[in-house]
């Protein structure tokens, strides 16, 4: 990825059973990354967003996790 970053991107989804989402993911996260963009997948989708919430976790995660 480049030094400057162009800036952030995150990647949402409904939730559920969907074939070829994990392909479609793989695929955003490559081309965003390649093109500088840091990539984000947010946990609980919109409501991961929108609360933010900081639940307590004994793995130390976020809401969200960086897609590498």
């Known amino acids: 990825m480049a030094k400057n970053s162009k800036g952030t991107i995150a990647i949402l989804t409904g939730g559920g059973d969907v074939p070829g989402l994990n392909p479609a993911i793989r695929a955003i996260t490559i ?15 919109w409501a991961g967003i929108v609360e933010m919430v900081q639940e307590p976790k004994y793995d130390n995660s976020n809401n969200y996790i960086e897609l590498t």
């Open 31 to 45: 081309r965003a990354r390649r093109e500088g963009y840091k990539v984000l997948g947010l946990r609980r989708g």
